[in-house]
């Protein structure tokens, strides 16, 4: 997989986002994929590819670190600087690599394809997350 190479203290939420708030489950860094674990009510790392269908279903991405049992910001939906550089219009899919966001070329074979956004500039990716249960 080819993941954006995120810099995290270049990850900010835009004017138009939506966020919510929870609890790292584990070591989280700005600019990953979370889902939250119905078992522990955490956060934790998405991973499309993983045995829990919970963790194939991204909620948004965090935007701050966070180690275990601290607190996170997550956007949820709308426009956020992702601190990676982004193709205009291209799409955004979660990666198979815990907490990462790849293009759609790099989502393989036995992966679930959850769109995350798209590009708006080369810097700015429109958060709008869908998951239709397809898996590759």
Do not use: F, W
Request: with cysteine; net charge negative.
């Amino acid at each position: 997989m080819t993941d954006l190479v995120i810099t995290s203290t270049n990850v900010v939420s835009g004017a138009n986002a939506r966020t919510d708030s929870g609890i790292a489950g584990e070591a989280i860094t700005a600019g990953k994929l979370v889902y939250k674990s119905s078992t522990t009510k955490k956060l934790m790392l998405a991973d499309t590819n993983s045995a829990t269908l919970e963790a194939r279903r991204p909620l948004g991405v965090a935007l701050n670190g966070a180690s275990i049992n601290q607190p996170v910001v997550v956007q949820l939906a709308g426009e956020i600087t992702i601190g990676a550089t982004l193709v205009i219009g291209d799409s955004y899919y979660a990666s198979d690599t815990p907490g990462g966001i790849c293009p759609r070329a790099d989502v393989a074979a036995g992966e679930d394809v959850v769109l995350i956004g798209l590009g708006k500039t080369t810097a700015i990716l429109a958060i709008d997350i869908q998951a239709p249960g397809v898996t590759l």
